[in-house]
């Protein structure tokens, strides 16, 4: 018995052997890749979001250079700093349909030719008229860009790490604001009227490489299901999923969602074609079931709520602030204001290694709670030193840079990038385009409302004042996160339904499966 039982357990221990050594590198060894693969998708796709961050930075120490140099007034400013995120609207709308027809990946190419064509148009502006229709120009290349790069990353991401990559868009954000910054530096000895185009027009540049880059891309996988190309979205899905395993889960999924029958292995399927977006938008707001009514709340809520809390004054404005905190000299101003980009830029890399591992919800309540601390703080700075000017206050100086800091950070680390993650994976996947198109409406009107009313609003209730409404805002930010957001970590996009009470049954009748014609791939072929 001794001899038959030590022969077993050497069998057994030949087998156990057998299998790692089997499984070692059809297991360990390709996610590596997968996951590289992923990032390089991601990183390319979300670079489209550096052209809206360097716009921001650069305009906000460029119209300092701008208001001399065209003798412009602060109602003139604050429409020219402002009216860009309401021309993006035209693009956040348009990309929804363009990239239901084109591909997500030819609508970036698309966002960077066109905001290429603005930053020219800007950078050789010879009065304000001219600069507004470049404003015009580039707005719309910034809408595309800030809906198309979080949808096309959550599409190609694989839900392990889904909040890590559809964070990247904020992450070029925060290095877009951060590159402005350092042009406004740079260019700011420059003659007055070159300095300010320079610093505009360079903003062409990274569109370019964009545009390019992007071309080495994979197109969505759930846009390739959507056209019938299974074979094509089964061979992206291989090449982004950490394991062969996950890869046919995903199929599965996306299949499902797409009304596609789950034992259909052809390459192509014929669908019907449709109108590109026939049906969603009356399905997403006029007639939207109750779980879609509490996505829809969710997405719009979250992005109106990233903007009234105030970013994009403190970013946009941000030389004004520092100048009513006491620093009056235009190179210490724009020096400090690099030091705002710089902390931003930081703790967005921060947040980006948290989403996946932490969750969402803590990080944006601790995001939330933080910026209103933070905000409150700003705002008796900066009341301190409205009513003490005569004297020069170092503690309340101190106290609105430090408030200044500490609020990009805590925005940065969970407000700033989840209001993109959240927003791109919560909608069905018929829905998502449109849905992501919405948000950006929301998030791009917030902020032109707030950015072209900041100087109007602190001459009617003073600069703290301000920033004790933004606070305000910002405690019932917190308050709507806790009550109505569940959290997303971990599931894939086509369960993410179930979270806000979509059942199978549902999605089959809505998913248009009806009509779907199985094709062999060897009868297509040319």
Known sequence: MSDQSREAKMASSENVAAEKEESFPKLVAPPKRRKKFAFACAMLASMTSILLGYDIGVMSGAVLFIKDDLGINDTQVEILLGILNIYSLIGSFAAGRTSDWIGRRYTIVFAAIIFFVGALMMGFAPNYAFLMVGRFVAGVGVGYALMIAPVYTAEVSPAASRGFLTSFPEVFINSGILLGYVSNYAFARLPLHLGWRLMLGVGAIPSVFLAVGVLAMPESPRWLVMQGKLGAAKAVLKKTSDTAEEAEARLLDIKSAAGIPLDCDDDVVIIPKKTHGEGVWKELLIYPTPPVR?????????????????????????????EKAGIQEKTKLLGTTVAVGFTKTVFILVATFMLDRVGRRPLLLCSTGGMVVSLLGLGLGLTVINQHQDEKLAWAIALCIASILAYVAFFSIGLGPITWVYSSEIFPLRLRAQGAAVGVAVNRVTSGVLTMTFISLYKAISIGGSFFLYGGIAAVAWVFFFTFLPETRGRTLEGMGKLFGVTEEKEEKRGGGDGVQMAKSSGLRE
């Open 294 to 322: 509490r996505i829809l709340i969710s997405a719009v809520g979250i992005h109106f709520f990233q903007q009234a809390s105030g970013i994009d004054s403190v970013v946009l404005y941000s030389p004004r602030v520092f």
